[in-house]
């Protein structure tokens, strides 16, 4: 509970704000308007492909209706943020020193002193003896970071404004070299005015006005983020097989619009009975979307890795070590702009045990969001 108001607040600072009123012209799209025939671009509206500026990024800086009463409330929180939670920094970094590991050793009955219960409980050699209860505080604290770096990409990468402008001929073009600057009207862009390092921006309030004529297609390709919460079963030797709130986190590349590769880590914590549960499963997950229905995306993801499994007072299957896993399932996707999807997923994990095959499978399901 005691991280509850700084997170409240560093939320409230990583998504205050509103977008720039700027938008950047892409340098081959800028090429094409340039390419066009002038005698075209006299006639009518213009469409150009567009990708909006933030106000963190705001390539001018005058007229940005947002700028100056954003960035200082921004300021503002962020300060606040950082003195309010400065006691905690310390215990977190002392915590995460002291937990370093591809492994965990569970004490039992959640006392730090009973070293022969641990030492009986099949952990892996050289894993590092904690509390169960401090495993799952780290898990806690990880995956409530990850939440909100992942409010600050929604708000400013996934929601930002990647499409086209319906733009007049005598709208200005702002075109940027260096220090030097110019401006042009859209109708008497050249080629020439184009060098290798030229940034071309439209501010939409100037001269008859732009305006915004859609969203391009949820695009993938590039790197990506995705963040889900959900549930995650672990196996116990009754067969009870509790499931753990579970989040998951992934850093990844899709070199093709519905192919990706991303590295993975899954923390989950739970209750059995009044035993402590802590999971985590790590690794490399491969995802494939081939599937489209208007808005709606299908395909399926495979995985390969290392799960880890602890109980306080008692051991889990396969004990406290790491051990091989590959999972896989059903995973979709409802975009909702250029750059934000909604995210979920059902699926199952196995582990390996004692080299002489695999557990009984253990259900996943989650739901979140994933950024391109």
């Not at 600057?181 to 030229?198: F, N, S, Y």
Request: with cysteine.
């Amino acid at each position: 509970m005691r991280l509850a108001a700084p997170l409240a607040l560093a939320v409230a600072a990583l998504t205050t704000g509103c977008f720039s009123n700027t938008y950047v012209i892409p340098r081959d799209e800028l090429r094409r308007v340039a390419g066009t025939p002038t005698e075209d671009r006299a006639e009518g509206l213009q469409t150009v492909r567009v990708v909006q500026e933030t106000f963190f990024a705001s390539t001018l800086e005058a007229d940005d209706p947002c700028r100056d009463h954003a960035h200082g409330d921004l300021t503002l929180r962020l300060h606040a943020g950082h003195r309010h939670g400065h006691g905690h920094s310390h215990g977190r970094s002392h915590r995460s020193h002291r937990t370093g590991g591809v492994t965990v050793r569970a004490t039992g009955g959640g006392h730090r002193g009973s070293s022969g219960s641990s030492r009986s409980s099949g952990a892996a050699r050289g894993s590092l003896d904690f509390d169960i209860k401090d495993g799952k505080a780290l898990a806690v604290a990880v995956v409530a970071l990850a939440a909100v770096g992942t409010a600050a990409l929604i708000a400013t990468e996934g929601l930002r404004y990647d499409g086209w402008l319906e733009v007049a001929p005598h709208h200005p073009i702002h075109l940027i070299d260096g220090d030097t600057q110019k401006t042009v009207h859209l109708g008497d862009l050249k080629p020439g005015d184009i060098g290798p390092d030229t940034r071309a921006v439209i501010r939409r309030g100037e001269g008859i006005g732009a305006s915004e004529a859609g969203r391009a297609p949820l695009d993938r390709e590039g790197f990506a983020w995705r963040m889900e919460l959900g549930s995650m079963q672990v196996l116990t030797p009754d067969g009870a097989d509790p499931s753990t709130f579970q989040g998951t986190m992934q850093l990844g590349y899709f070199p093709h619009q519905t192919f990706g590769v991303a590295g993975t880590l899954s923390l989950g914590w739970g209750m059995h009975g009044r035993n402590d549960l802590l999971a985590a499963r790590y690794g490399v997950e491969a995802q494939y979307l081939p599937l489209q229905l208007g808005r709606f995306h299908l395909g399926a993801y495979a995985m390969g890795g290392w799960a880890y499994n602890a109980r306080d007072n008692g051991d889990l299957i396969a004990g406290e070590s790491a051990r091989l896993m590959v999972g896989g399932g059903v995973l979709s996707e409802v975009d909702l702009s250029t750059r934000l999807a909604l995210s979920m997923r059902v699926g199952t994990n196995w582990r390996t045990w004692h080299r002489a095959g695999f557990d009984r499978p253990a259900l996943v399901a989650s739901m979140g969001f994933a950024i391109y």
